[in-house]
């Protein structure tokens, strides 16, 4: 069974630039959640979303971010513009059938970097 | 906030020397996760815990859901050095919905 896939692995830009993280959950998972991961911490939640609904979007910063999931399998996370302080990785993971929904397995993530 | 309080923040062992780490909060959890992260991957699950005082293993691994429902530990035996990683705690606070995680264990292994 195919794990959540992310793309792009790495992505290096300029500061007040836009950045687009793109995210296909493992198949038949309903929900998929966007986390932001700093150095030496760990993940913190900016969205979930059940199907293409977002359920949570409480730790997401509306001004510059934005996500969609518009046929509840895959989603996009955007920034614009870019801050040095997204410099982080952006990971995202999926959870739902049998394993339920408190089991979330993650993608490599996108590491951002902010110059 | 920090919600859990994940120890040692980092731990340096001998191979084969086994391995202890806790996740404590003062809220109560209905579930709790341990995952393991390596360099420029994401977090891989190692054992997911949904019962008070569940007792489960993977391999040389084995976790617990503390009785109080507020903490958990991990139990890494005989060590390898694949071992090596940020080892880190989640859970889902009763009545909330997203998991909150632990600040990670760096284990780090001398051959």
């Known amino acids: 069974e195919a794990g959540v896939v992310q793309s792009p692995r790495y992505k290096i830009i300029e500061k007040k630039q836009p950045v687009a993280f793109w995210c296909n959950p493992i198949?038949?998972?309903?929900?998929l959640y966007w986390y932001l991961q700093n150095l030496g911490q760990g993940p913190e939640l900016l969205i979930r979303?059940?199907?293409?609904?977002?359920?949570?979007d409480s730790q997401l910063p509306k001004d510059r971010f934005s996500a969609e999931r518009l046929k509840g399998v895959d989603s996009t996370l955007k920034i614009q513009p870019a801050e040095l302080g997204d410099s982080a990785v952006y990971l995202c993971?999926?959870?739902?059938?049998?394993?339920?929904?408190?089991?979330?397995?993650f993608g490599p993530g996108t590491r951002l970097t902010v110059l | 906030g920090q919600q859990l309080n994940q120890s040692p923040q980092s731990m340096f062992i001998q191979e084969g020397e086994d391995v202890s780490m806790n996740c404590t909060s003062s809220s109560i959890f209905n579930t709790w996760l341990w995952y393991k992260q390596e360099p420029g991957e994401g977090p891989v699950l190692l054992i997911a815990?949904?019962?008070?005082?569940e007792l489960t293993s993977n391999g040389r691994l084995t976790a617990q859901f503390g009785i109080t429902r507020k903490d958990s530990f991990l139990n890494i035996s005989a060590s390898i050095p694949s071992d090596v990683g940020i080892y880190f705690c989640?859970?889902?606070?009763?009545?909330?919905?997203?998991?909150?995680f632990g600040q990670g264990t760096r284990l780090t292994i001398n051959p």
């Open positions: 815990l949904y019962k008070a005082g």
């Open positions: 198949s038949g998972h309903n929900t």
């Open positions: 993971a999926s959870s739902g059938g049998l394993a339920g929904a408190d089991t979330q397995y």
């Open positions: 989640a859970g889902r606070i009763q009545g909330a919905q997203k998991l909150v």
């Open positions: 979303y059940e199907n293409e609904e977002a359920v949570d």
